[in-house]
């Protein structure tokens, strides 16, 4: 991965470092993103953008498909319910879950 300081994540939670390709002034293709929260995968024109993976600073992480920067077609959800991981397969619509689905 090369490292571009004038290549820019559009994400404000995933801005600060970046590391990873450039297009056109932005990040594009596959690269890692280190701001308050971190994502590690696809971009593009700045944002996530296809596969990768979307760590909170709280702990919870998302594995799975976007677009334009927001959780968007399949994608496993862990989070923490009393100090347990908590984990589901759903199916995202603009950052929303739309459809819960089955893990294997």
């Not at 300081?5 to 390709?21: N, S, W």
């Not at 594009?28 to 760590?55: C, Q, S």
């Not at 909170?56 to 496993?76: A, I, L, N």
Request: proline letters at 2%.
């Amino acid at each position: 991965m090369a490292q571009d300081q004038q290549c820019v994540v559009l994400k404000e939670e995933i801005k600060g470092k970046y590391q990873g390709d450039c297009k056109n002034g932005l990040a594009h293709w596959k690269g890692v993103a280190i701001g308050k929260d971190t994502y590690e995968g696809k971009f593009k024109k700045g944002l996530p953008n296809g596969k990768g993976t979307y760590r909170w600073s709280t702990g919870e992480v998302y594995v799975g498909s976007f677009r334009k920067g927001k959780r968007h077609g399949e994608g496993v959800y862990t989070f923490f319910v009393n100090g347990k991981d908590s984990t589901f397969n759903a199916y995202w619509k603009n950052d929303e879950m739309a459809k819960l689905l089955l893990l294997p």
